[in-house]
């Protein structure tokens, strides 16, 4: 069992799991789900813009 720093003794964190070791995958796979969300993002605005004007100045 690991131990609990000076400042979460005082203040602990609450979890949303039973069990710390589901927290924590829960909480890694919400990053992987958010990092690749926001590489599609990049990778969308990377796209010209006159693909969706067809070529119309605003």
């Known amino acids: 069992?690991?131990?609990v720093c000076?400042?979460?003794k005082w203040?602990?964190?609450k979890i949303?799991?039973?069990c710390?070791?589901?927290e924590i995958e829960s909480l890694n796979q919400r990053i992987?789900?958010?990092e690749e969300?926001?590489?599609w993002f990049r990778a969308r605005s990377a796209i010209d813009p006159t693909e969706f004007?067809?070529?119309d100045s605003p």
């Open 11 to 13: 203040k602990p964190v």
């Open 20 to 22: 710390i070791g589901c």
């Open 1 to 3: 069992m690991s131990e």
């Open 37 to 39: 969300l926001l590489q």
């Open 32 to 34: 992987k789900e958010q």
């Open 53 to 55: 004007t067809q070529g």
């Open 16 to 18: 949303y799991c039973k």
């Open 6 to 8: 000076d400042n979460h």
